[in-house]
C-alpha cells in the first residue's frame, strides 16, 4: 500500500518520464554520415540543403535524413557505401566552397531532433575516430622572421643613406657598411627597429652581428603554436565534431582527437591547410595598373583591390582577440616593424579610404575567399 502523499508520487513519475526522455536519444544509435559546412563559417541555408539532397537523389544516391544543425547541414545514410558515394559527389560539386566530413549522426526521429535532445557524447576509445599528432615548423617561423629582419634593416639603413650589405647565414644577420664613419649610426639605426635584439661587435669597425634573443625566439615559438591551435580549432569547429579535442602537446606539437570521424584523408588536407591574409587597399577607381576583382565573403559583394600588398601574414608577429573603441569585437595584430610602417604610411596617406583584408588558403587547389574591413 502506497502511503506516500499525492504530490510526491506525482514528483517521482516526473522524475523518472524527464531521465526516460533524457536517455532515450542513446537508444536510436547512430548512422554513416556526412556534415557540411562553409569553409568561412557562413551558416547553411535551407536552399543549399535541398540542393545537396537534389544532387544526390540525381547521382541515384538515397538520402536516409537531411537537416540544419548549429548552422550546418547534415545528410545521413543507411549504408556505409551510400555515405562514400555521396562523399564523392558532394566533394566534386561542393568541395571549393565546403569542409565535407565522414562521419557519424544519431538516429534520431525528426520530433527528438526538434526538442533539442541528444546523445551521450562518446569518446574516441569507445566510438572510434581519427587521432592526429601534428608538428609545427619552429625552424621556419624563427628564419621568416629573420628574413623579415633582414629586409628591413636594409631598408632602413638605404633610407638613412648608408651604404650596406645585410646578409643572413642561419640565425646570425651580419651588417657591413662601406664607411666606417657610418658604424655607429647604423647600430642605432638598427637598435631602434627594434630594442630586444642582440648587437654585437664583427670581425672589424665597420660590420657587427645581430641575432634574435631567447625570449624574442621564445615569444615568436609560442605564438606559432597558439596561432595553429586557434587556426585548427577553428577548422574542427567547421566539422561540428562532437567533444573534439585540440591542445599543445611538448614544444612543437599540437594534438587532435575527432571522436566519430570515419576519413582521415579528406581530414588531413582540412587540417594541414596552409593560410595567409594579405591587407590591400580597394581600387575606387576600378582602373588602377595591376588591380585585382576578388569576391565577397557571404553576401558582401567582390571587390577590386590594389595590386600593392600594405602587409601580409607573415609579418604579423602576435594577434590577439580584444574590442573597439565602439564596444564592437575586434582582432588587435601586432606588425613587424616594416610592415608596420608600411602601415602607418598607408593610413596617414589614404584617411576615410576603404581597406579589405583578403584570406587566401592552399588545399589541394589555390582556393581564394576575400573579407572586407574598413
Known sequence: MNKYPAWLNVLVLVVLLTGILFALPNVYG????????????????????????????????????????????????????????????????????LNIALTLAPKLPAWVRNLGLNPMSLGLDLRGGVYVLLEVDMASAIQKRL???????????????????????????????ADAADFEAARNIVRDA??????????DDTSFRVRMSEAQVRARQDFAIEQNITTLRNRVDELGVAEPLV?????????????????????????????????????????????????????????????????????????????????????????????GERMLATTRDNLNKPMSTVFIEWREEEVTRGGRTE
Not at 600594405?310 to 588587435?332: C, K, L, M, R
Open 30 to 97: 547512430s548512422a554513416p554520415a556526412i556534415q557540411l559546412a562553409d569553409r568561412l563559417g557562413e551558416p547553411v541555408s535551407d536552399a543549399q540543403l535541398r540542393s545537396f539532397v537534389t544532387a544526390l537523389e540525381s547521382a541515384d544516391v538515397d538520402v536516409e535524413a537531411a537537416y540544419l544543425k548549429d548552422e550546418r547541414a547534415v545528410l545521413r545514410f543507411a549504408t556505409a557505401r551510400d555515405q562514400a558515394v555521396a562523399g564523392e559527389q558532394l566533394r566534386d560539386r561542393y568541395g571549393r566552397d
Open 247 to 339: 591542445q599543445r602537446q611538448g614544444v612543437d606539437r599540437i594534438v587532435v582527437q575527432l571522436p566519430g570521424v570515419q576519413d582521415p584523408t579528406e581530414l588531413d588536407k582540412i587540417l594541414t591547410a596552409t593560410a595567409t591574409v594579405e591587407f590591400r587597399l580597394v581600387d575606387q577607381s576600378g582602373n588602377a595598373p595591376g588591380s585585382r576583382r576578388y569576391p565577397g565573403r557571404g553576401q558582401e559583394p567582390a571587390q577590386i583591390l590594389k595590386r600593392e600588398v600594405i602587409a601580409s601574414g607573415d609579418e604579423i608577429v602576435n594577434a590577439s582577440a580584444g574590442f573597439s573603441a565602439e564596444g564592437q569585437p575586434a582582432v588587435n595584430i601586432t606588425l613587424d616593424a616594416a610592415g
Open 194 to 203: 627594434d630594442s630586444e635584439v642582440l648587437i654585437a661587435d664583427g670581425d
Open 147 to 177: 628574413e623579415s629582419y633582414e629586409q628591413d634593416f636594409n631598408d632602413r639603413l638605404r633610407q638613412a643613406q648608408i651604404r650596406n650589405r645585410v646578409d643572413l647565414d642561419g640565425e646570425i644577420i651580419t651588417v657591413r657598411v
